[in-house]
DNA sequence: GCAGTTGTTCACAAGTGCTTGAACAACTAG
DNA sequence: CTAGTTGTTCAAGCACTTGTGAACAACTGC
C-alpha cells in the first residue's frame, strides 16, 4: 500500500487533467466568440486546434472535443472560408490547423457586417428625413422628429468613418502610423460625442 | 378630375409614408442591435421612442411597430433597466421616453458581459498552463502546446488592460484626457500585437 | 481489389428563444 | 359604481438553431 505510484501512470493522469483542462479553455472561447454573433462551436475548434502541437485531422479535433465529425466537417469548411484555419498541405486528407493571426478576419467582418448594418440605418434614415420634409412643407403636424432624425444620422456618418479607421488599421506597428491613426481616431471621437444631447 | 387634391388628404397621405419610413429605420437599428446580442425588439422600441416628438404610451408603441402589448411591457422593463428608456414622471401609466445618451450603457455592457467572458478564458488558460508544467516534470509527452497557452494568456491580460480603458472613457471632451487615453491606448496596442505569431 | 479510415451531405431530433393571446390587476373618467 | 383603458403575467405556439446518425464518396495501405 506504501508503494510509490509507477511514473508512466501519474504521467498519464496528468495528460489526462490536462486534457480536460484545455477543453474549458476552449469552452470559454467558444462562450465568448458566441457573444460575438459567431457559433460556439467555431470557437472552440479554432481553440483546440490553436492549443494542439501539431495540425490535427477532423477526427482528432471530434473525439478532443466530444462532438460528432458531421459537425466538425461543416464547422472547419466555414473556418477556412474565413481564412481562421488552413490545411497543412494540399490534399483531401490533409490535417489543419488555427490561423493565429485573426486580425485580418475581424477586419473583413468589421467591412462587411458592421457596414452594411449602419449603411441600411443610413439610407433609412435619410429617406424618412426627405419625407419628414415633404410633409412638413404641406403643413402636416408631425409627431416624428426631424431633428432626432438628423442627429441620428450623424451619428451613423461619425461610426462609419470610425469604422474606416479601424478597418484601414491593418498593422499599426509603427509608432508614426498609430500617431496618424490616433490623431484620425480622435477626431471621429469628438464628432461622435457632439450628436449627443 | 382635373380638380386638386385639398391639402389635408395630401398631408395625410404625406404623414403616412413617414410613418412607414420610420419603421424602415426601426429596422434597421433592430437588426444592427441584434448583431450585438440584444434582442431586435429592444432596438426597434429604443428607436421608435427617439424618433417620437413626444413620449409614448406602451399601446401607442405596439401599434407603431405592429406588436403585441405583451412583448411592449417585458422589453420595455427591460430596457428600463439597462437605463435605456425612462418613465416622464412617476406613476403607473406615465409614458415612455429614449434616453438618447447610450454611452454608460455600452460601457456598463464591457464592464460586465465582455470582463467576464475574458475573465472566464483567462482563469482557464491558467489552470491549463499550470498542469501543463507539472505534465512536463513528470516527462510526460504532450499533445498541447504550452507556449501558446501563455501566448493566448497575454492576449487576454491585454484585452483586459484595454477594456479598463475603455470603460474609464467616460467623456474625453476634454483634450488633455483624451490625450491621455490615447497614450494608454496605445500601449495596450502594441501589447496586442507582441502576442501573434 | 479490399478493408479500413476520413471527409461530406442531409433529414431529423432536441433544445432554445421570440412572440402572442388571454386572463388579470391597476388605474381613470363619467 | 361602471365602463373603458393601460400595464403585467404566463402558458403555449412557432420558428429557428444546434448537433446527431446514417448513408455515401474519396482516399490509403495492404
Redesign the interface.
Known sequence: MSRLVE?EV???R??D???E??I??T???G??IE???FKSIHGRIWAVL?????PMSQVEVARALGVSRALVSSSIRELEEWRLVRPTHDGRNAPWEAV??V?PTISDVLRS??WM??E??RL??E??IE??E??EE???D????AG??R??LRLTEAAQSFLKILVGLR???AADG?AEW?RR??HV??GL?RT??
Chains 1, 2 share one sequence.
Open positions: 511514473p501519474s504521467a498519464q496528468a495528460a487533467r490536462l486534457h483542462r484545455v474549458r479553455v469552452d470559454a472561447v462562450e465568448f457573444w460575438w454573433g490553436a492549443l494542439h502541437k501539431a493565429i493571426d486580425w457586417r458592421e448594418m449602419v441600411a440605418a433609412a434614415l429617406s424618412a419625407e419628414a415633404i410633409a404641406l403643413g402636416a408631425l409627431a416624428w422628429d432626432r432624425m442627429a441620428l498593422a499599426p506597428r498609430l490616433v481616431a480622435s471621437f469628438r460625442r449627443e444631447r
